[in-house]
């Protein structure tokens, strides 16, 4: 004799929940978190490698900010502004 259970998909959802494996973080940031540390240890420690390890590898987030830092924001011209600058260039 057999028996037939039957489950709605929330439930069955709900039972397999445990049984998905975690969500892998990705490979960037694990180095970004891992080189932030570094950083840390780096200022309260007295170990000159280590100093000059984190000069040379410093944190991604940390490099983009000064690298784009310069750069400076310019006002967006209008159509005719543009025309007569770039008359005023050839001319």
Same mark, same amino acid.
């Given at each position: 004799?057999?028996?037939?259970?039957?489950?709605?998909? @929330?439930?069955?959802?709900?039972?397999?929940?445990?049984?998905?494996?975690?969500?892998?973080?990705?490979?960037?940031?694990?180095?970004?978190? @891992?080189?932030?540390?570094?950083?840390?240890?780096?200022?309260?420690?007295?170990?000159?490698?280590?100093?000059?390890? %984190?000069? %040379? %590898?410093?944190?991604?987030?940390?490099?983009?900010?000064?690298?784009?830092?310069?750069?400076?924001?310019?006002?967006?011209?209008?159509?005719?502004?543009?025309?007569?600058?770039?008359?005023?260039?050839?001319?």
């Amino acid at each position: 004799m057999t028996q037939v259970v039957t489950v709605s998909a @929330h439930t069955a959802a709900y039972a397999m929940e445990p049984v998905k494996p975690p969500q892998r973080v990705s490979r960037a940031t694990y180095v970004e978190e @891992h080189t932030r540390v570094l950083a840390q240890q780096a200022a309260q420690s007295e170990d000159l490698r280590l100093r000059a390890l %984190v000069n %040379v %590898v410093q944190p991604p987030a940390l490099a983009l900010y000064f690298l784009t830092s310069t750069q400076q924001q310019f006002e967006q011209a209008t159509l005719k502004e543009t025309i007569e600058a770039y008359k005023n260039s050839v001319a």
